[in-house]
């Protein structure tokens, strides 16, 4: 998708695409920057762990329930990215009374916990979405997306987050670009 042939006229290089910065640290929006619109699925709330997660939970957080949110992620009007989130729920305390600041999960650790995220482990796996996925994602059936299994560390101990994010990169590439 970098160069455009046109019969008769030769070919050009097009102009690159806005990249989703996912593969940093940083939390969505930052990394896509304005133009963002978050539609919470499911509001944060006590869950069972799911039985498999790439980057297993430590015996610690498995000792209690787990929080867990899901949103849908878009650019304008265009959905991108599909969220789904988990953490101890006994790391958090009062975490389910309190609202996103400024609609950003980083930034509530980061505000109201002053704990911030330090580092992550991250798989990418391509597959074909499945009924519900392409639904939320506005793509047909057995399209391919992306899926970014992450486990976030946080400065606090026995704080990791962990997420599935399933992408639609049609639209928006997913890049690693992180200027501070």
């Not at 640290?25 to 929006?29: E, H, L, N, R």
């Not at 916990?113 to 519900?132: C, G, M, N, P, W």
């Given at each position: 998708g970098f160069i455009e042939k046109e019969h008769g006229k030769g070919s050009r290089v097009t102009e690159r695409r806005q990249t989703l910065g996912l593969l940093t640290?940083?939390?969505?929006?930052e990394a896509v920057g304005e133009n963002?619109?978050?539609?919470?699925?499911?509001?944060?709330?006590?869950?069972s762990w799911p039985e498999k997660l790439p980057f297993p939970p430590g015996k610690k957080e498995l000792a209690s329930d787990s929080i867990y949110f899901e949103r849908l992620r878009c650019v304008g009007d265009t959905p991108v990215m599909l969220e789904c989130n988990w953490f101890s729920a006994m790391e958090l305390e009062g975490f389910l009374a309190q609202k996103f600041v400024e609609g950003s999960f980083f930034k509530t650790l980061s505000q109201q916990?002053?704990?911030?995220?330090?580092?992550?482990?991250?798989?990418?796996?391509?597959?074909?979405?499945?009924?519900?996925t392409a639904d939320l994602l506005k793509i047909e059936k057995g399209s391919p997306i992306l899926q970014i299994s992450?486990?976030?560390?946080?400065?606090?101990p026995n704080l990791n987050i962990y997420s599935f994010l399933y992408c639609n990169t049609d639209k928006y590439p997913i890049g690693n670009i992180y200027t501070h």
């Open positions: 640290v940083k939390g969505f929006s963002v619109k978050t539609i919470f699925l499911q509001k944060p709330h006590h869950a916990y002053l704990i911030e995220v330090t580092e992550s482990e991250q798989e990418l796996r391509a597959l074909f979405a499945d009924e519900k992450i486990k976030f560390s946080t400065s606090k």
